[in-house]
Protein backbone atom coordinates (compact mmCIF):
# COMPACT_ATOMS: atom_id res chain seq x y z
CA UNK A 1 0.00 0.00 0.00
CA UNK A 2 3.07 2.69 1.12
CA UNK A 3 4.45 1.75 -2.11
CA UNK A 4 1.51 2.41 -4.26
CA UNK A 5 1.31 6.02 -2.46
CA UNK A 6 5.16 6.55 -2.78
CA UNK A 7 4.39 5.82 -6.94
CA UNK A 8 1.42 8.24 -7.20
CA UNK A 9 3.23 11.14 -5.02
CA UNK A 10 5.96 10.31 -7.39
CA UNK A 11 3.59 10.82 -10.36
CA UNK A 12 2.02 14.35 -9.15
CA UNK A 13 5.41 15.72 -8.40
CA UNK A 14 6.92 14.67 -12.24
CA UNK A 15 3.96 16.39 -13.59
CA UNK A 16 4.49 19.36 -11.66
CA UNK A 17 7.82 19.61 -12.96
CA UNK A 18 6.90 18.98 -16.53
CA UNK A 19 4.28 21.80 -16.37
CA UNK A 20 7.12 24.27 -15.24
CA UNK A 21 9.49 22.58 -18.03
CA UNK A 22 6.71 23.08 -20.90
CA UNK A 23 6.61 27.15 -19.38
CA UNK A 24 6.97 28.53 -23.17
CA UNK A 25 9.98 30.83 -24.59
CA UNK A 26 7.62 33.87 -24.90
CA UNK A 27 6.74 33.41 -21.48
CA UNK A 28 9.96 33.26 -19.82
CA UNK A 29 11.26 35.87 -22.35
CA UNK A 30 8.18 38.38 -20.72
CA UNK A 31 8.84 37.50 -17.15
CA UNK A 32 12.66 37.94 -17.68
CA UNK A 33 12.09 41.43 -18.92
CA UNK A 34 9.56 42.20 -16.29
CA UNK A 35 11.52 41.40 -13.99
CA UNK A 36 14.76 43.17 -15.54
CA UNK A 37 11.91 46.67 -15.78
CA UNK A 38 11.37 46.20 -12.14
CA UNK A 39 15.22 46.05 -11.51
CA UNK A 40 15.80 49.28 -13.75
CA UNK A 41 13.11 51.05 -11.96
CA UNK A 42 13.80 50.30 -8.43
CA UNK A 43 17.71 49.94 -8.34
CA UNK A 44 19.57 51.16 -11.45
CA UNK A 45 17.41 54.44 -12.19
CA UNK A 46 17.79 56.06 -8.50
CA UNK A 47 21.44 55.50 -8.70
CA UNK A 48 21.94 56.98 -12.11
CA UNK A 49 19.47 60.29 -10.58
CA UNK A 50 21.61 60.34 -7.43
CA UNK A 51 24.53 60.77 -10.06
CA UNK A 52 23.13 63.28 -12.04
CA UNK A 53 22.27 65.34 -8.86
CA UNK A 54 25.89 65.06 -6.78
CA UNK A 55 27.09 66.14 -10.40
CA UNK A 56 24.86 69.07 -10.92
CA UNK A 57 25.31 70.00 -7.28
CA UNK A 58 28.75 70.29 -7.53
CA UNK A 59 28.75 72.07 -10.65
CA UNK A 60 26.47 74.72 -9.11
CA UNK A 61 28.51 75.15 -6.09
CA UNK A 62 31.58 75.80 -7.66
CA UNK A 63 32.73 72.54 -5.95
CA UNK A 64 33.88 70.69 -9.47
CA UNK A 65 36.70 73.05 -9.97
CA UNK A 66 37.78 73.09 -6.35
CA UNK A 67 37.95 68.93 -6.02
CA UNK A 68 39.25 69.16 -9.48
CA UNK A 69 42.38 71.19 -8.12
CA UNK A 70 42.88 68.98 -4.88
CA UNK A 71 42.72 65.44 -5.84
CA UNK A 72 44.80 66.37 -9.47
CA UNK A 73 48.20 64.85 -8.57
CA UNK A 74 45.88 61.79 -7.05
CA UNK A 75 43.83 60.90 -10.20
CA UNK A 76 47.03 62.13 -12.29
CA UNK A 77 48.61 59.20 -11.34
CA UNK A 78 46.12 56.92 -12.97
CA UNK A 79 45.80 59.74 -16.12
CA UNK A 80 42.95 61.13 -14.76
CA UNK A 81 41.82 64.85 -14.67
CA UNK A 82 40.97 65.72 -10.45
CA UNK A 83 37.46 66.29 -11.23
CA UNK A 84 37.32 62.39 -11.98
CA UNK A 85 37.65 62.22 -8.17
CA UNK A 86 34.11 62.45 -7.91
CA UNK A 87 32.81 59.15 -9.74
CA UNK A 88 34.70 57.41 -7.16
CA UNK A 89 32.96 59.63 -4.41
CA UNK A 90 29.40 58.77 -6.01
CA UNK A 91 30.78 55.18 -6.59
CA UNK A 92 31.17 54.04 -2.78
CA UNK A 93 27.56 54.71 -2.96
CA UNK A 94 26.14 52.95 -6.20
CA UNK A 95 27.64 51.42 -8.79
CA UNK A 96 25.31 53.05 -11.13
CA UNK A 97 25.78 56.26 -9.62
CA UNK A 98 29.41 56.27 -9.97
CA UNK A 99 29.00 55.09 -13.77
CA UNK A 100 26.48 58.15 -14.07
CA UNK A 101 28.39 60.26 -12.66
CA UNK A 102 31.63 59.28 -15.29
CA UNK A 103 28.80 59.57 -18.14
CA UNK A 104 27.84 62.78 -16.71
CA UNK A 105 31.70 64.44 -17.23
CA UNK A 106 32.40 62.39 -20.43
CA UNK A 107 28.82 64.12 -21.86
CA UNK A 108 30.56 67.20 -20.13
CA UNK A 109 33.98 66.83 -22.00
CA UNK A 110 36.00 66.49 -18.67
CA UNK A 111 37.34 62.89 -19.37
CA UNK A 112 37.59 61.27 -22.50
CA UNK A 113 36.56 57.97 -23.89
CA UNK A 114 39.84 56.33 -22.53
CA UNK A 115 39.43 57.93 -19.14
CA UNK A 116 35.76 56.49 -18.64
CA UNK A 117 37.04 53.00 -19.48
CA UNK A 118 39.54 53.38 -16.27
CA UNK A 119 36.92 54.68 -14.26
CA UNK A 120 34.60 51.54 -15.10
CA UNK A 121 37.31 49.68 -12.77
CA UNK A 122 36.51 51.74 -9.39
CA UNK A 123 33.09 51.45 -10.24
CA UNK A 124 32.69 47.81 -10.60
CA UNK A 125 35.30 46.76 -7.57
CA UNK A 126 34.10 49.29 -5.09
CA UNK A 127 31.17 50.36 -6.29
CA UNK A 128 28.26 50.38 -3.60
CA UNK A 129 30.89 49.87 -0.92
CA UNK A 130 28.86 51.80 1.96
CA UNK A 131 25.59 49.81 1.12
CA UNK A 132 27.47 46.55 0.81
CA UNK A 133 29.75 46.87 3.64
CA UNK A 134 26.91 47.67 6.25
CA UNK A 135 24.92 45.21 4.86
CA UNK A 136 27.15 42.05 4.77
CA UNK A 137 30.22 42.74 7.17
CA UNK A 138 28.13 44.76 10.19
CA UNK A 139 25.13 42.35 9.75
CA UNK A 140 26.73 39.50 9.58
CA UNK A 141 28.69 40.04 12.67
CA UNK A 142 32.48 39.97 11.11
CA UNK A 143 35.18 39.99 13.91
CA UNK A 144 35.57 43.75 14.13
CA UNK A 145 39.81 42.88 13.80
CA UNK A 146 39.05 42.45 10.07
CA UNK A 147 36.45 44.97 9.47
CA UNK A 148 39.06 47.83 8.30
CA UNK A 149 40.47 44.90 5.64
CA UNK A 150 36.95 44.18 4.53
CA UNK A 151 36.59 47.69 3.74
CA UNK A 152 40.33 48.78 2.50
CA UNK A 153 40.20 45.30 -0.01
CA UNK A 154 37.80 46.91 -2.76
CA UNK A 155 39.88 49.92 -2.42
CA UNK A 156 43.14 48.91 -3.16
CA UNK A 157 41.93 46.65 -5.77
CA UNK A 158 40.33 49.60 -7.36
CA UNK A 159 43.79 51.34 -7.29
CA UNK A 160 45.78 48.88 -8.64
CA UNK A 161 42.80 48.08 -11.51
CA UNK A 162 42.82 51.89 -12.12
CA UNK A 163 46.77 51.41 -12.66
CA UNK A 164 46.52 48.44 -14.44
CA UNK A 165 43.56 49.88 -17.09
CA UNK A 166 45.82 52.99 -17.72
CA UNK A 167 48.31 50.35 -18.86
CA UNK A 168 46.34 48.66 -21.04
CA UNK A 169 44.78 52.12 -22.44
CA UNK A 170 48.77 52.89 -22.97
CA UNK A 171 49.17 49.96 -24.82
CA UNK A 172 46.77 50.47 -26.87
CA UNK A 173 47.75 53.53 -28.12
CA UNK A 174 44.25 55.53 -26.59
CA UNK A 175 46.32 57.63 -24.25
Avoid at 31 to 39: H, L, P, Q, T, V
Wanted: aromatic share 8%; charged share 15%.
Amino acid sequence: MSDEIKTEEAGTDNNQEEKKQKKSIVTSFMDGAKEGFYIGIENILPAMVLGYVIIRFLELTGLVNLIGKVFAPVMGIFGLPGEAAIVLMSAFFAKAAGAATAANLYAAGTINAAQATILVVPCMLMGTLVGHYARIVLVAGTNPKYRSHLLGLPILLSLVGMLGMRGIMMLMGYM
